[in-house]
């Protein structure tokens, strides 16, 4: 059909064909840059715009300046949120605490990269918490924590330890949650490391052989520095997994006990949508800072991706 | 291949690994396994303290009979199967097309674009939440599977066309020159060029968003409120309400709910694996 309006009359050519590449690809973004701008990118403009005022999620918004965030941040005369400052130092924990996963995964990744009989269905087994919705890891997990019926406090019996209530204790619910959550990223990161394995060069493992290198010196000099792509993703992925922690948090504890496994995400939820209100402008100021913190990751991230895509061409 | 194949150890060492492996797996799945104990006991195992023990008679059939016929668990499962199959046809279709126009043509804007979308798919949930909940209740959807589509459909877009952008920089550029110098539409190219070439990242996709849409909580915590809109992530928590203290039931139930993605896993793995790795990994 194009061959026809080509060759018989330049001039007559719609004006579409003559721009056809130009065109093209915008035609073919149109429905997804839409949707995405609806639903993500102007949303969270419309977030920042909220956090400035005071507003129920019905009536009128006030605008009431930088007040929603001198009340988080305790700027002037006010003290700093108490569960502002409680959220922010579990999100840290939960962030140096969940990036366990990596090195867990490559770990266990080390351990099952052989070729015995039945190692596929050992990986894939090894694998599968990671299928499982969270909801039901944090329900599986408080159940194993129970302190009667939980089969980890019927281990500890065997040992001689007394029975523990961690999702009771304000001093160690935050690690019991964070514990059940390095459960399936640990899976994520070993399957990441597991491709990764597959793809080392094997003549240059064979050379250092020849070179005498072994066990660690190997791993370190020769295997890390091959399985960087996996470790860059496995570092986004958990980081970014950390910060947005909430089913977990919601399902085990629902931030208690006295809300001390509260973290911004889940502190957030609660003030805008929860059974004491909507308060929805003070909400969006803590879903700022949260956006904040997150951004530092996510420029990161775009940068190293930025300098691959420039090296590539 | 590193570590040092098993097979040029000792004999010693073989044989302990072949033990080990094993081990490790039963202590890594033991929350797992201990769930799936508790769901074919019976009522009575609990009640005497027998938490650990052998089950005293084995329930399972009147356990799962009891998920599936004496609550909504069956309405929930349909819900989630509503809501997740259509943002799967819908994100990879719109991602496909986005994809294809980063990644064949040069444009401006084309790589900041790209970044848009990479970016967005990062943000902390929290950040959409209160604009997003507002656009579906002004648009009538609120507490109804179609705003969790839209809402999902947009969200995984972001990720989706990063991947689906670099699948397609990866494939041969010269076959779309020789379809252009042939005077083929450019429509054309996609529709019988390139869409061939992209079965598999369309089955990798397509898994991995199934899992991801399944187990959404947040949204649809967020967005939903009754059985009418609610998929399982959400029932199972009103279901554990029903059957409070009742561990055997609720342990079924939560392994009902966790089904449909890990079948879906073990039936695609290959793809599956593929998807993670964002195909960045080979």
Same mark, same amino acid.
């Given at each position: 059909m194009s061959s026809i309006s080509a060759g018989s009359n330049r001039t007559t050519r719609s004006w579409y064909k003559r721009n056809e590449i130009a065109i093209t690809p915008w035609l073919f973004l149109l429905p997804a840059m839409l949707f995405f701008a609806i639903y993500v990118i102007i949303p969270i403009g419309q977030s920042v715009w909220i956090s400035f005022h005071q507003w129920d999620g019905l009536g009128e918004k006030t605008y009431i300046g930088t007040a929603n965030y001198e009340r988080l941040l305790g700027i002037g005369e006010q003290k700093i949120d108490r569960k502002f400052e409680t959220s922010f130092w579990n999100n840290l924990k939960w962030l140096v605490l969940y990036l366990l996963a990596v090195p867990a995964g490559l770990f266990i990744a080390l351990f099952l990269n052989q070729t015995v009989r039945g190692i596929r269905i050992y990986k894939s087994l090894f694998f599968f /918490?990671?299928?499982?919705?969270q909801v039901v890891v944090g329900l599986v997990f408080s159940w194993f924590y129970l #302190? @009667? !019926?939980g089969l980890l406090n019927a281990i500890l019996a065997v040992f001689g330890a007394g029975p523990v209530n961690i999702l009771g204790d304000p001093t160690l619910a935050t690690y019991g949650i964070i514990a059940a959550g390095l459960w399936p990223q640990t899976a994520y990161c070993m399957i990441l490391y597991l491709t990764g394995l597959n793809a080392v060069d094997p003549e240059q493992v064979e050379a250092a052989r020849l070179d005498g290198a072994k066990g660690y010196k190997m791993l370190w000099y020769i295997i890390l520095p091959q399985l960087k792509p996996a470790t860059f993703i496995a570092f986004v992925v958990t980081i970014i997994g950390a910060l947005r922690s909430f089913d977990l948090i919601s399902v085990m504890t629902n931030g208690g006990p +006295?809300?001390?496994? @509260?973290v911004l995400s889940f502190y957030m939820f609660e003030e805008s949508? $929860? !059974? +004491?209100?909507? @308060?929805m402008g003070y909400g969006s100021a803590i879903a700022v800072v949260l956006f904040f913190i997150m951004l530092g990751f996510i420029g990161y991230f775009l940068y190293s991706m930025w300098r691959d895509e420039k090296e590539a061409r | 291949m590193f570590p040092t194949p098993i097979e040029k150890r000792s004999r010693n060492w073989q044989i302990s690994y072949q033990v080990i492996l094993p081990f490790a797996l039963i202590l890594w799945l033991l929350p797992l396994i201990a769930v799936a104990m508790f769901s074919i006991k019976p009522a009575a195992d609990f009640a005497n303290g027998n938490?650990?023990?052998? #089950? $005293?008679?084995? !329930?399972a059939i009147s356990n799962y009979g009891k998920v599936f016929f004496e609550s909504n668990m069956p309405r929930y499962l349909l819900n989630s199967m509503m809501i997740t199959i259509p943002t799967v046809i819908g994100a990879v279709a719109l991602s496909c097309m986005a994809g294809f126009a980063l990644g064949v043509y040069r444009f401006k804007g084309n790589l900041f674009i790209f970044f848009m979308f990479i970016a967005g798919n990062f943000v902390p949930f929290q950040i959409l939440m209160v604009p997003v909940r507002d656009l579906t209740i002004s648009l009538g959807m609120y507490d109804s599977i179609q705003g969790l589509v839209l809402f999902h459909i947009a969200f995984q877009t972001g990720f989706c066309t990063l991947f689906m952008r670099n699948f397609i920089r990866a494939l041969p550029y010269p076959l779309i020159e020789a379809a252009r110098v042939e005077g083929v539409a450019e429509w054309r190219i996609f529709w019988y060029v390139v869409l061939p070439l992209m079965k598999p990242a369309l089955a990798a996709l397509a898994v991995l968003i199934f899992t991801f849409i399944w187990n959404d909580y947040f949204w649809a915590v967020v967005l939903t409120q009754g /059985?009418?809109?609610? #998929?399982v992530t959400a029932g199972i928590t009103e279901f554990n309400s029903q059957f409070r203290a009742a561990y055997h039931l609720m342990s079924a139930g939560s392994i009902v709910a966790a089904l449909p993605p890990v079948a879906m896993f073990f039936l695609m793995q290959k793809h599956f694996i593929a998807g993670l790795t964002l195909g960045a990994v080979k």
């Open positions: /918490p990671f299928v499982i919705s #302190p @009667r !019926e +006295f809300g001390s496994t @509260r949508l $929860s !059974e +004491f209100g909507f @308060r | 938490y650990w023990g052998l #089950p $005293s008679s084995f !329930e /059985p009418s809109a609610q #998929p």
